[in-house]
């Protein structure tokens, strides 16, 4: 148990549904993550939020929207997603050390395991 | 950013001392150096980070010599739960953009 939890752990949906994946740490962090894992690749990161603002987007398609409501939750709405989006979606937490240097250890959720059919 | 690079695979037995080198010969000054371990479908847990020369806490240990172009993590006396992938990740804020690299797939056997 890590402090991060992810929901719903596993979840199947066609290419024409909107759905959420539900991200909440109670670690008292204030930087949070969504990576994306796909079969026998490394994970790619999404999305950064620091202090609840978007800091980082690698070049994410526009079908992943994230929201960051507060420092303890983190949402990935998903919209008209393709077959190719399968994958692990992991959240991730930090005390972002900026300014004090070094790399905050990042604290990884379980997942949530997204087929796309 | 600093590029890493690993072994793509090690296999050890039981009890042996496991050392898995990652290079990073463009890390900055200010980059710190982090492990983090991952079993399959689960998330990545952070084994150790450090800065320079050794730094041991009570899963492993980390070696970076003097230049700080590589780093060295050693896990004494393996088991077969130790079976994993290991990434080394160099930075200088959990804020920055992250890169995982492929990392290193340790196979541990009876």
């Known amino acids: 148990e890590t402090g991060v939890t992810q929901t719903p752990r596993h979840l199947v949906m066609g290419m024409t549904n909107k759905k959420s994946l539900k991200c909440e740490q109670h670690?008292?962090?204030?930087?949070m993550y969504w990576y994306k894992q796909s079969a026998k690749k490394p994970l790619e990161l999404m999305f950064v939020?620091?202090?609840?603002?978007?800091?980082e987007n690698n070049s994410v398609p526009s079908r992943f929207s994230p929201e960051c409501p507060n420092s303890s939750h983190l949402f990935l709405h998903l919209h008209t997603l393709q077959p190719e989006d399968s994958a692990l979606y992991l959240c991730?937490?930090?005390?972002?050390?900026?300014?004090?240097?070094?790399?905050?250890?990042?604290?990884f959720g379980p997942g949530t395991r997204l087929t796309v059919l | 950013l600093a590029k890493t690079t690993q072994p793509i695979s090690m296999d050890s037995y039981e009890g042996q001392e496991v050392n898995i080198t990652c290079s990073h010969n463009?890390?900055?000054?200010?980059?710190?150096i982090t492990w983090y371990q991952q079993f399959p479908s689960q998330g990545p847990r952070f084994i150790i980070q450090g800065y320079k020369t050794k730094v041991t806490n009570e899963v492993a240990s980390l070696f970076i010599p003097a230049d700080r172009k590589s780093s060295t993590l050693s896990l004494p006396r393996v088991s077969l739960s130790d079976t994993a992938v290991y990434y080394c990740?160099?930075?200088?804020?959990?804020?920055?953009?992250?890169?995982f690299g492929s990392g290193t797939r340790l196979s541990i056997r009876p």
């Open positions: 670690l008292g962090h204030n930087a």
């Open positions: 939020y620091s202090l609840e603002e978007r800091v």
């Open positions: 463009n890390i900055a000054t200010n980059d710190y």
């Open positions: 990740l160099v930075g200088r804020s959990s804020a920055s953009k992250i890169i």
């Open positions: 991730a937490s930090s005390q972002d050390r900026a300014v004090a240097g070094g790399m905050g250890e990042q604290f």
